[in-house]
Every structure is written in C-alpha cells, then in structure tokens.
C-alpha cells in the first residue's frame, strides 16, 4: 500500500532555531518526492522537489534531502522565522496514466514562537 | 500574479442545497484537480481531468460531480451538501509529464449549515 508518513506530528521551536522533519514512504513506482508549506486557510505551496537521483535539493533556508535506498527524506529549515509557522506536508507522486497522483502524508505543523 | 484561482474563497451553504465552487488557471496546464482537505487532514483526490477526460478516484461519493468547459476553467458541484461535507477544496493543475508539478489554488472553505 502507497503510504507516506511524517514525523513528528508537531513541532515548537523558538525563532532563530534549525529544525529537521523527517518523512518516510512506501510509495512505488517512485516519481518524484516534494515537501510543501501550507499556511493555515490557504492552498499547498511547493517548496522542493526532488527525482529519484538527487540527494539534495535547497530553497533559501529550506533544504531537503532524499534517499532512495530507505525511502526517507528530511526537509531541514535554518534560522527559523516566525513566517515559517505553517504545515510542512511530504509528498510522493506516482507517474500513471499521463499525471502525477500524489501520495500525501499527514504533513508536520510547525509553530515558531518569538 | 495569481495562477490558480478560486472562487469564491469562503462559500456558506445550507443543508441539501446545491453549491458551485469554481477554479480558473492561467498557466494553460492539460490536467486539474478537485481534493478535498478536511481540518487537520491531508488533501483527498476527489477527482481530475486530463485535457476533457473525467477520471474520477474510486471512493469519490456520488454527490460530488465537476464540469470543464475549456482549458482554463473547472467546476466542482455538490449535488445536495451534508454537515460532512464541509471542508477547504483546492483546486490543482500540472501538465502533463513525469516532472509535472502542481500547482494548487488558495482554496475555498465550504460550511454546511
């Protein structure tokens, strides 16, 4: 069964801090894997995407990874701004019938207090 | 500039009563998606379509139906809306190919009254 799971569910952290979000899937066949911000009442924005041959991949203070080998992928946030507050949701596509389905999990909210 | 927009942002219906929610893109993508994101849950693909093709997900209620009259717009109509059926739906679009990401629209919230 096509799963993604996210840890951990929720996260506090003061701003100026790093924090790390871990994600594991189980999702075949693989297209690609992207990590989203999705700020409260408002649509899912990307913010990496990643293929099955890249490790890494940043976007200003946001930097994900991905291995292939243990189906696992972090999205690490540096210096850590209170507009970071959001839910961090990990995605995994499957390439089928000319679309991408995405694979959502449950996604980590992030609070980051002053 | 907006690329995916959805109208309206905040839509109140009473119970059984018809609702259109209405997405438009100016990004000229071949598919777009319905999901439904009930509160503090992952976005569930109620439905998309690929250029004029209707591919609806297997546990998508009848209930639940959409229209694409051009490239640019898709509806989604809720035939006779119950209490369950509030909840935030994102419109999305991607083109066609293993690399398509998508792009999802700001939503609208749907309360059932």
């Known amino acids: 069964k096509n799963q993604v799971e996210q840890s951990p569910q929720s996260l506090i952290i003061l701003e100026g801090k790093n924090c790390t979000l871990q994600?594991?899937?189980?999702?075949?066949?693989?297209?690609?894997l992207r990590w989203y911000k999705q700020d409260t009442g408002r649509g899912p924005v990307s913010l990496t995407i990643?293929?099955?041959?890249?490790n890494t991949k940043s976007n200003g203070r946001y930097t994900a990874t991905l291995d292939a080998d243990t189906k696992q992928s972090s999205l690490h946030i540096t210096a850590s701004q209170l507009s970071d507050s959001a839910s961090y949701i990990c995605v995994v596509s499957v390439f089928s019938g000319g679309y991408n389905k995405l694979i959502f999990g449950a996604g980590t909210r992030l609070a980051v207090h002053p | 500039d907006a690329m995916v927009i959805q109208n309206p942002r905040y839509q109140v219906t009473q119970f059984g009563k018809p609702v259109t929610l209405s997405c438009s893109q100016t990004?000229?993508?071949?598919?777009m998606y319905w999901y439904q994101q009930k509160s503090s849950q992952a976005p569930k693909l109620l439905f998309h379509y690929y250029d004029k093709d209707f591919n609806n997900e297997a546990d998508t209620p009848d209930n639940f139906q959409s229209r694409r009259p051009n490239t640019s717009f898709c509806f989604l109509d809720i035939r006779s809306p119950g209490l369950g059926d509030a909840a935030m739906y994102l419109c999305a679009t991607s083109r066609v190919s293993r690399e398509g990401e998508q792009y999802f629209g700001p939503g609208t919230r749907l309360t059932v009254t």
């Open positions: 990004l000229n993508h071949n598919v």
């Open positions: 990643m293929t099955f041959s890249e």
């Open positions: 994600c594991n899937y189980t999702v075949s066949p693989f297209s690609n």
